[in-house]
């Protein structure tokens, strides 16, 4: 156990509205990261941080932003949802022997 | 770019037989490599990874994996397989030179396991 939480764990949300995931960890780990899963897809990065305020974009970082405040949260914001981000999220870290651990992820609805 | 492909969406063993989930990745360094397993409506588990040194990789449940740089693999094996092996299985190589010194993980679109009576 990483020490990793997401909440919520489920949502379903109308296309339009903005919605913030958040990812906490106990262990103080620089490095953070969230993925969306998708059927075909496997995991994507989105967006991943390296210090409180340091962030920067992965692969499918459109439509979504990032903010981390302090160590242990790492928060995701659609700002303005579409049914294409349907999708389940996770939130990892970097813990030791360059490994990731992984959260128990959020199911996100967008209807 | 690194980049894996997992060959074989879907896999169906019966129970006791060899399990093989096929993984060949491209990287442009010597790769770091992963193997994550994901249970119905849970998060991925690391099952085991090769860094360097020994080239044969033994994880958790009886798995394990080898390191094949000549062929661009990284095969994971069972000898045999349990009901309790059904679930999803991600292979992974790791992209290093991110901004802050990070790295991420390139997924391939994973391998559904079924293990029949």
């Known amino acids: 156990d990483a020490g990793i939480t997401q909440s919520p764990r489920h949502k379903v949300t109308e296309t339009g509205t903005p919605v913030t995931l958040r990812c906490h960890q106990t262990e103080n780990h620089r490095y953070m990261y969230w993925y969306r899963q998708d059927p075909g897809h496997g995991l994507r990065l989105i967006h991943y941080s390296y210090g409180v305020k340091d962030t920067d974009k992965g692969e499918v970082s459109d439509g979504y932003s990032v903010s981390r405040s302090k160590t242990e949260d790492f928060l995701l914001t659609l700002e303005s949802a579409t049914s294409s981000q349907t999708s389940v999220y996770f939130c990892?870290?970097?813990?030791?022997?360059?490994?990731?651990?992984f959260g128990p992820g959020t199911r996100l609805l967008v209807l | 770019a690194q980049s894996v492909t997992q060959l074989g969406s879907h896999v169906s063993v019966s129970e006791g037989a060899l399990v093989l989930l096929r993984c060949n990745y491209s990287?442009?360094?010597?790769?770091?490599l992963f193997w994550y397993v994901q249970y119905p409506n849970q998060g991925l588990q690391l099952l085991l990874k090769?860094?360097?040194?020994?080239?044969l990789v033994k994880g958790i449940n009886g798995f394990e994996a080898e390191f094949k740089k000549s062929e661009t693999s990284f095969h994971l094996t069972k000898p045999s397989a349990h009901m309790s092996d059904a679930a999803e299985y991600f292979c992974a190589v790791r992209r290093v030179g991110l901004t802050g010194g990070g790295n991420k993980l390139t997924f391939g679109t994973g391998t559904q396991l079924k293990v029949e009576l």
């Open positions: 090769y860094t360097t040194g020994a080239t």
């Open positions: 990892a870290i970097n813990g030791g022997g360059e490994t990731q651990y």
């Open positions: 990287s442009s360094v010597p790769p770091y």
